[in-house]
């Protein structure tokens, strides 16, 4: 008799991806979400052939990105241009049968936070989205990936998607993160390190002891930051804490159903010996609370470090050069203690309840500094903003002179609406530092929600270690 023949062992993305492949190159999809900047135009698109959406239960449309965050705001946005997107997408969703999470929905937020807190991301499964930074639910052991609105309406008219296989790569960071430096230092320690195409075109598994150790939420920010990576998709291996945050969400297996479930998602791991094409490995004790100092997230370094020159940064001269002039930076100068006039907390990044609490523990009984004209807090959604309040959040950040805002993108991006101004100088949790990317040459400096919170505070960026 012959011997079985042993399957090779296999990466956590080759186990979801065999199990989608419908053929070479052609992928099943599970989930698609929208949003209205994006997702309207491949809906109107869609209606426009007389094509259908194969399967309405498994589509979800969300308003997030042009939104207006500021407290009574109607149904509609005072963006400009902002207002045709918000009806297209109410109309089509309508008109399609879709589950839409409107304006004011209670459910209303981030389309990245309201997924996995509705429960609509599940381990095993594939999800797509028109937005860059979908791969933050692959937090979940979930292949999710971004794609434009071309394919968003291929997705929805045959649940499938053309895709070549993508490359491999594996981050394992051994060790523990210490006291004050969080997730977001990781991601932006990891991408300073190898750069903003150190994993690009890949899909890119995080493993090891201090990526076991992080919580949902510090997952999902370091899925999300992938992005900045160059990554395809990132991907961490669900364990019991990703079962225990996701039992009892709205969509997720219940009963029966749930018990199962959670069987074969034990199954969703890398097998010892899986091969990777490319791997990197990285010590979580000597990661530091970062800061960029440049356009990009590559350009960052520990908040205690100072401007690097050219060759120090391993930027060609002009590239360095175009990103200082544009930041009002000289090499050598020290990042702690530059004077700021904005601060942001918010963003798919760093907008959740423990993002929240983290930055309200260190603004309690403080005030922001007289110098930082706006500082805002804007919750990832109105789940996150009503827990919050809930617990007294919102009343320390509105004591020490921060806004506090409804649900949304809000200032992570500049669509033509609200803005900090012109070589404003501001700290942000988001995930992005281009060039007029909170509005037209306002100068960001992106870190953890800790550093955004003592930083404002001090009215400079300030270590948030100095701030107990």
């Known amino acids: 008799m012959d011997s079985p023949v042993r399957q090779p062992p296999l990466t956590l993305f080759e186990r979801i991806w065999n199990a989608h492949e419908v053929r070479p190159g052609l992928i099943a999809i599970d989930r698609v979400m929208l949003h ?39 149904d509609s946005t005072t963006m400009p241009g902002g207002e045709a997107f918000i009806t297209t997408m109410r109309e089509a969703a309508r008109a399609a049968g879709i589950t839409l999470f409107d304006v004011n929905s209670p459910d209303q937020g981030i389309t990245h936070v309201i997924s996995p807190e509705l429960g609509i991301v599940l381990p095993g499964l594939t999800l797509v989205a028109p937005d860059s930074h979908t791969g933050t639910q692959g937090a979940f052991g979930a292949l999710a990936w971004g794609i434009g609105s071309s394919e968003a309406e291929h997705a929805l008219a045959t649940g499938t998607l053309r895709r070549e296989r993508p490359r491999t790569m594996c981050v394992r960071v051994e060790g523990r993160l210490a006291a004050g430096v969080t997730p977001k230092d990781l991601a932006l320690h990891l991408i300073s390190t190898h750069g903003a195409r150190g994993g690009e075109g890949m899909a890119v598994e995080f493993a090891g002891s201090a990526i076991a150790a992080l919580d949902m939420e510090g997952r999902m920010t370091l899925a999300n930051m992938a992005t900045e990576f160059g990554a395809f998709a990132a991907l961490i291996a669900p364990d019991e804490a990703t079962f225990a945050w996701l039992e009892g969400r709205r969509y997720a297996p219940a009963g029966l159903r749930w018990k199962q479930a959670v069987e074969a998602w034990r199954t969703l791991r890398s097998d010892d010996g899986a091969r990777f094409d490319r791997e990197i490995h990285l010590d979580a004790c000597e990661v530091a609370p970062m800061v960029s100092w440049g356009t990009s997230p590559q350009h960052s370094l520990p908040i205690s470090g100072l401007v690097p020159t050219a060759l120090q940064a391993g930027l060609d001269a ?8 544009y930041m009002g930076l000289s090499p050598g100068q020290p990042l702690a203690g530059l004077p700021i006039t904005g601060a942001f907390i918010g963003s798919c990044t760093n907008s959740r309840l423990s993002d929240l609490r983290r930055a309200a523990a260190i603004v309690r009984g403080r005030k922001v500094a007289p110098g930082v004209s706006k ?80 930083s404002a505070l001090a009215g400079a960026i300030a270590d948030p270690r100095a701030h107990g």
């Open 318 to 325: 002009s590239t360095h050069a175009r990103a200082l002039a």
């Open 36 to 74: 209205e900047r994006t997702g309207a135009v491949a809906l109107r698109s869609l209606a426009e052939a007389r094509r259908k959406i194969v399967n309405p239960p498994h589509v979800f449309a969300v308003m997030d990105h042009i939104v207006d965050t500021r407290p009574g705001r109607g």
């Open 375 to 454: 500082a805002l807090v804007v919750p990832g959604s109105q789940a996150v903003k009503r827990a919050a309040e809930a617990e007294g959040l919102d009343r320390l950040f509105t004591d020490a002179g921060f806004e506090w805002r409804e649900s949304g993108c809000s200032l992570c991006f500049f669509a033509g609406g609200e803005s900090f101004g012109p070589q404003q100088r501001v700290i942000s949790s988001t995930n992005r530092n281009f060039e007029s990317r909170q509005g037209p040459g306002t100068r960001t400096h992106i870190a953890s929600p800790e550093v955004v919170a003592a």
